[in-house]
């Protein structure tokens, strides 16, 4: 009676293998941007999605400038949703006094609460 069990978990689990080999691109489809080295490594034509958690929206731009792109992940500026023009603050999370640890950059709605990312979309 344990054979047929056995015979139907293995062929289960080889199904999920094989299906999950057909998935789409993955983690890998995008970078998201969670230090300021993340910002630093941008250029000029490359392009980037803002995810907004308040509109439920995501939004492509292209970097016009190091300087604009620097904007994203300076702690305490202000970040405008493309899309519903709700108003984020940069903050960054982590031990500001250790150097070892990068602090990430968050963006938050008035009420403290993470709201937006921004992420590097991947060149085809």
Known sequence: ??????LFALVSLALSAVSLSFAGPGLQHWQTLKHEADFKSLKP?????????????????TVESMDKAMAFCKEGATVQCPACKGETKVTMKGPPRNPSIQQEV????????????ITKVASN
Request: proline content about 3%.
């Open 45 to 61: 034509g490359d392009r980037i999605a803002v995810v907004c958690n308040m509109c439920k929206t995501v939004t492509e731009q």
């Open 106 to 117: 968050t963006y938050v709605n008035h009420n403290g609460e993470e709201c937006m990312f």
């Open 1 to 6: 009676m344990k054979i047929p069990t056995r």
